[in-house]
């Protein structure tokens, strides 16, 4: 989930996270909209039918104030221009609906010939998407196929940004039609985002994404980052962290510093690399941390399998937390658990992490994931164009409620009573998981929560970014950015997201920033949680 160390894309990410300033300029793309407006009423004032997409290239080059340099980055051979000229032709043009236009109809006869097209679609996927669907409405006969191929060219491209139209090809009102929201390569429905429980608190939290609250920036040194948390809290608080990867950013510093930690990695792969590179890490961090008293070598992670379609891992959690002052003593290793340490006023206490083998979701079930060299997600993300060797696994998903309502509460040794910071870092996933903790959500037991907030990832798995902010203000939650220095408004906040293709690209990862959200009625519980 996380990406590897050695991976490129933690580069990648790096200035995608650097494309969003931290001032709140105005964003480039509003000269031009209010441009574009006039241009749509010339259009219906001929007659037309308004542009339903925006940035057409055609349009957008006798608008001098907007480069299309990044616009026509992808479809830069002569053959793709001339499409894009003959598309645009019958899009404004003409009556597309009911006049097949013959420059259209010339392309099997004309170099590059229609055979080009299909051959290289992958350098221009929009338009060789745009081709399929003018096509489609003209042979009624074939129509479903048509639409069927347009599905599947579509799913190299960001749903999001296709739903936002910052495509740059005229798409003949036919986005709906098509299926944008896939899983190892099967349909699947977008997820909701309308909270279905009462919450905590007796009104929602305000809607706005704030600066960095002071409370988590306050003695810091080195600057701040969400990882800032982890130095307030209490010895032992929990620390659940979703998308473990390797386990040496969450997991780690939290272990560290003496929490308690469970983690979600489904990926068998990935938690290999927890087994080779987080007792090293920890040992850089912390020497002497891996040791028993009589010297023995211990570990401070378990790794707890779930079988695909079970909710819970098979050994009981009573069994799992019991010994070693609650490190445990798992049949997956075998070395002993290293006992937990308390602070003492010259050192920081260590703490454990567990590591379930599943990902989170809204329900308990098996499912294919696609995995990728630098990052696997529940939902296929194709516009990221992942290498052609890309395999599928069978994994577990189990929900946040069930883990906690059912295997830790049931067992009398849960760890918490609630969750001090919820960390999802599961590449678009963050509202399925979040649909599966919506009762500790209801009830008040997450204190905070830090989620990297991703619009072109969101939109993979149909998510809306502005629905997804209103549910967790429904559960009392405040977030704050580290890009901002103002106050924002949710709407405000999505839009420096997805106005323009520099931060919300058809085609590449976007801008991405990581939000932190506290729980304005949080309370700590005095009771277990109910199962």
Known sequence: MNSPLQSTS????????????TTGDALPLLEWKRQLSSEKTAHRRRGR????WKRLASVAVALSSLSVDTVQAACEEAGWRHLHDILTKAYLQTDYENEFLQDVAGLADQAPGMAWFKDNYQDCVEGFLSLILYYSIHNKGRQAALLDLASSAAR???????QSGLSTWPLFGLLDKLQLFWQAGQRVAPLATEPWRKASCPEPAPGLVSP??????AGTQGGVSPFSLVRGLRPGALVIDAGVFDGTDWSLFSVARGLTVIGFEPLETNRRLVDERFPEALLQLRPGSLYLPDGRPCRRHTLLPIVPGEPMPREPWAEVFASSGGGGSSSS???PACPIVAPTENEEGLGHTYIIGAALGERVRGLNMTTRYDYSSVADQGYLKGPK??????VGMTSLDEIFGRYLAASGRAPAHAIDVLKLDVEGYEMGALRGAEQLLAEGRVHYLILEFHPGMLGSTGTNPLGMLNFLRHYCFLCHSLKIDRPFTLEEFVARYTESVDVLPVQGLGAIEDLVCQNLAYRPPSHPLSP
Request: glycine residues 2%; charged residues 25%.
């Open 389 to 394: 060797d890309m395999k599928k696994e069978e």
């Open 212 to 217: 960095l609250l002071s409370a988590v920036a």
């Open 333 to 335: 290793s075998s070395l």
């Open 10 to 21: 933690s580069s990648a990410r790096n200035h995608a996270r650097a494309n969003i300033g």
């Open 156 to 162: 190299e491209l960001n749903p999001l940004a296709l």
């Open 49 to 52: 039918r308004p542009l339903a």
